[in-house]
Structures are given as C-alpha cells and as structure tokens.
C-alpha cells in the first residue's frame, strides 16, 4: 500500500527534476520552480491517481499521473500488469473518491485486457487494450469538459460514419468545474495515417523519371477526392449536432484581427516574412470585401493529414481538441468550414515537399512536387464539393485561411524545425504573387 504522506513528499521533491524527462510534459521550455500535489486518490493497493499544479515562470498548469510503487519513475500507464484496472472500472462505472469512470450509454465492454502504450504521442498518453480499445488519458488538464470527447459525443449522436465511436470516459471536478482525464475509443487496427500514405504516394512520384502524378501507382488523388467527401460530412454532421449560424460584423472583424496579430508576432521573430507582410495584410483585408453571408460553426479545428485514418471502411477523424496552442475559448468558438479546408490544403503541400527538405535544388523534383500537389488539392476539393459548397468558389477566404495557416507554420518551423522553413515561406511567396 503506498503511503499518501510518503508519496506526497516524494512528489514535491522529485518531480520538479522529473516533469522535463517525460514525452508528455509541455513545459520543457521553461524550469519547474514548484510542484504543489492537489489530490491523490489511491485507485487499488498499489496504483495511485495524481493531479500536482506545476509551477513555471509565467504560467501555474495541473498535470495528472498515474503511479504504482512497481512501476518506474511516475508512471503506471505503461503498466500492463497495472493499467487494466483502469479499463475494468470504466466498464463497471465506478465511483472513486471524486473520479467517475464511465462507459458510454448502451456500450458493453470487455475486460481482462491490458493496455500498451503508443509510444509517438506527446501531450498525451494512449493505451491500446487487446485490438478493440484505445484509451486517450489527457495530461494536461483544463477546465470543462475535454472537446475532443463533447465533439466525438455530438457527432455519435447523429450516427457519423467518419469518427472511431466514443466508449467511455474517466473524470472529476476541479474548482467545481469538470475535468475531463480520459476518453476510450473503439480501436482500429487495420487504419493507416493520411500522413503516411501521403508520403508514399509523393516517394513514389519522386522514383519516376518521365511519369506525371496521375500515371504513378500510388497516385493519391482518388484517396484526396475521398478524404474530402469525408471532412465535408463531418461538418455537415457537426452542423445537425451544434447548430450552425451566419458571422456577423463583429466576428469577420474578429477573425481578419486575429490574422493580422498573428503577423504582427510572428514578424517580430522572423524577420524573413517581411518581405511578405504588405501582400499579407493586403489579403486578410480583401477577404472582408468578398466573404458574404458565412456559415460559421464547430469545426476540427487542427486537420491536416495526420489527423485522418484510412480503414477498410473509409476515412476517420480524429483529434478534436483543436489547435494545441490556442486558450479553450479560442478552441471553442465558431468558425467558418473553410479554415479546416484551409488547414488541409496546407498539409498536401507539406506532404509533396518533405522528401526535398535539406536536399540541393532540383527543378524536376520542385515540379513534380508542385504537381503533385496542384492535383490533390483538387482532387480534395472535387470531393468536398459533392457534400458541399465547392471551397473553391470563395476564393478570397479560403486564400486568407491559407495564409494566415502558412504564417502560424513559419513561427512553429522557426522555433522547432529551422530546416523545414522554407516550406512554409515558399508557399506564401507563390500565394501572395498568385502562383497558386
């Protein structure tokens, strides 16, 4: 049995050295001065829950853990001998100490499964029970119920083809306030990321001397035209779920600020975007005279190609919590379809020109990867059209969301991947002189 007192002393003393070591921690950019436990709620004999508020210059965050006195370190998730109790009390909807596990309405689970971790996550911790179960336990933790699982319930609830069905979920009450710990999903051993896929397709354009992207093997198009069908449902069930209503003044002047401080900051940190910044505000501007009546609404909020699954079945979303640096409310509000076209539009370019990062320059490769490019961007948009509004007859916005999408990867490359810059920078030198 572990002792709380002991434990607690332990966790202020140790885990201030402890918290940068580990994958899922997001302050590494910063010192732990304090860890402060708030609750420890012994879950059996040997396996602890733990919710600490970290203290960092700047910032006070609550992280959860999970900790067995056989287990390594502070974590017990990757226990397999431990972490599948946690799935046991799920199916049994238990009550611990303020922390309710609970399954799904009319979701029957299987027990006696032990949990493997995912080992290339980062905020996260996942676990993967037998080949029907995948646990999603949020370490960060913030106030209200976790989007991803409101958003995963909301599109259940209109029978979505196009997620992993929500099974069950763990969480409590911090402040009064939910919180939501984790969220099991149906797991789905045969998917296979767009990512990966994407990339594929690209390495095998890139082996062909004398071939054109619609005459290679693994050409993607088809896959494009039918991930865009796909994200187009998904905005069409979102829009039964949560409503939809049209932007008003205030929200298309909140929106084009919004672009427009986002230039402002990240002008300040790379000054190689300035010879961009007139034709950028110029865009984000223009927008405003063309965008119409717009339907704003949930969306995914941070869909690029590593966030889709391919099955057997189709295309999958995942990962609704929307983009990880924005505040909740942020994450939250309403927004127009288009920034998620946007977004993934954006991510075929990054998946054409990965293989080039780092190489000399190649005008046959450049062009191939622009080609490659040019016809999955329209293949997506073909699909996207036949559940909704072409994306491509609101040209003006869709360019702004672009943009103001390639300036948000300029600050991120420049501050974690330099050599990946000029992805980024190249594409709003073609948008901004109307090469693309």
Known sequence: MIDPDELTDKLV??????????????????PVTAVRPLRTTPLSDDLVHVIVEVEQPGRTEKYQLIISEHSDGFDATADPERNGLLLTKIAAGEHVDGITFAHEEGVELRTSLRGRPIGVEQSNTSLIYGQQYILKIFRKLARGENRDLVMHRALRSVGCEHIALPLGSISTELDGEPVTLAMLQEFLPDAVEGWDMAKTSVRDLMAEADLHADEVGGDFAGEACRLGHAVAKVHA???????TRIADEDAITHAIAGMQQRLDTVLEAVPELGRYEEA???TFEEARQH?????????HGDLHLGQVLRTVHGWLLID?????AAPAAERNALKSPLRDVAGMLRSFDYAARQLLIGQPDDDQLEYRAMEWTKRNRAAFCDGYAEVAADPRDNTHLLRAFELD????????EHANRPEWLTVPLSSIARMTSGGE
Do not use: C, M, N, S
């Open 13 to 30: 003393t140790t885990l201030p050295d402890v918290l940068p070591t580990l994958r899922w921690f997001g302050g590494k950019d910063r």
């Open 237 to 243: 069930d979102l829009a039964e779920a949560l409503g």
């Open 280 to 282: 950028l505000r110029a």
């Open 291 to 299: 965008i119409g009546q717009i339907p704003i609404q949930h969306i």
């Open 320 to 324: 609704f919590e929307g983009e990880p």
């Open 405 to 412: 999408k390639a300036v948000y990867e300029v600050a991120y």
